[in-house]
């Protein structure tokens, strides 16, 4: 089964330009949630989808948004990029199923955004 | 909510056991330990989860007191690839929402 892939896996952009970066779970995999990490915060949650619909959202400026599609296949775009928005950005899919114990996250390789 | 403390960085030798602690003083009842391995340029990877006690794998060993307030992490035979970020996880909240804190930095040396 193929893993979570992420495109593109390397991307610069200009202060003030925005970026859609795109994730697709594995095959049968109904959550996404996505992360930014960089040296200084670590990993940080962002949101996550489910069935086409935000579940959870973590403490990130408005800036930051997502979206899902009928086949799981997730984006996320970032508008008026700051500096500060330089980091690697993960994707993890999941089953989505809830049960007692949490799901193992399945994580892309990431997009890796350099803002100048 | 539960929050996680453990070792920020550790160093061990190739061939040695590597055991890291994670402490969770406030987990609450229904809540899961798991632990991420995260490579340099990759995104994390499960290593392994429990509840109470003892649990194995082909990869580790997760051992939890009666309390439940801390964990350990066992790696036995360490060698140079374990070299990685170790993350202890616990759900911050009711949904299981899983938050990553800063981790471990494993440096393992020949």
């Known amino acids: 089964k193929a893993g979570v892939t992420q495109t593109p896996r390397y991307l610069i952009k200009t202060r003030g330009q925005q970026v859609t970066l795109s994730c697709s779970p594995i095959?049968?995999?109904?959550?996404v949630s996505w992360y930014q990490q960089t040296p200084g915060q670590g990993l940080q949650f962002l949101f996550e989808?489910?069935?086409?619909?935000?579940?959870n959202k973590g403490n990130f400026p408005g800036r930051f948004s997502g979206r899902q599609f009928s086949n799981s296949r997730s984006e996320m775009n970032v508008s008026t990029l700051e500096l500060g928005d330089s980091a690697l950005y993960l994707c993890?899919?999941?089953?989505?199923?809830?049960?007692?114990?949490?799901?193992?996250?399945?994580f892309g390789p990431g997009t890796r955004l350099l803002v100048l | 909510l539960a929050k996680t403390t453990q070792p920020i960085s550790m160093d061990s030798y190739e061939g040695q056991e590597v055991n890291i602690t994670c402490s969770h003083n406030?987990?609450?009842?229904?809540?899961?330990i798991t632990w991420y391995q995260q490579f340099p340029s990759q995104g994390p990877r499960f290593i392994i989860q429990?509840?109470?006690t003892k649990v194995t794998n082909e990869v580790a060993s997760l051992f939890i007191p009666a309390d439940r307030k801390s964990s350990t992490l066992s790696l036995p035979r360490v060698s140079l690839s374990d070299t990685a970020v170790y993350y202890c996880?616990?759900?911050?909240?009711?949904?299981?929402?899983?938050?990553f804190g800063k981790g471990t930095r494993l440096h393992i040396l020949p």
């Open positions: 996880l616990v759900p911050m909240n009711r949904d299981d929402k899983i938050i």
């Open positions: 095959s049968g995999h109904r959550s």
């Open positions: 429990g509840y109470k």
């Open positions: 989808y489910f069935s086409e619909t935000q579940r």
């Open positions: 406030n987990i609450a009842t229904n809540d899961y």
């Open positions: 993890a899919s999941s089953l989505g199923t809830s049960g007692r114990a949490p799901e193992t996250q399945y």
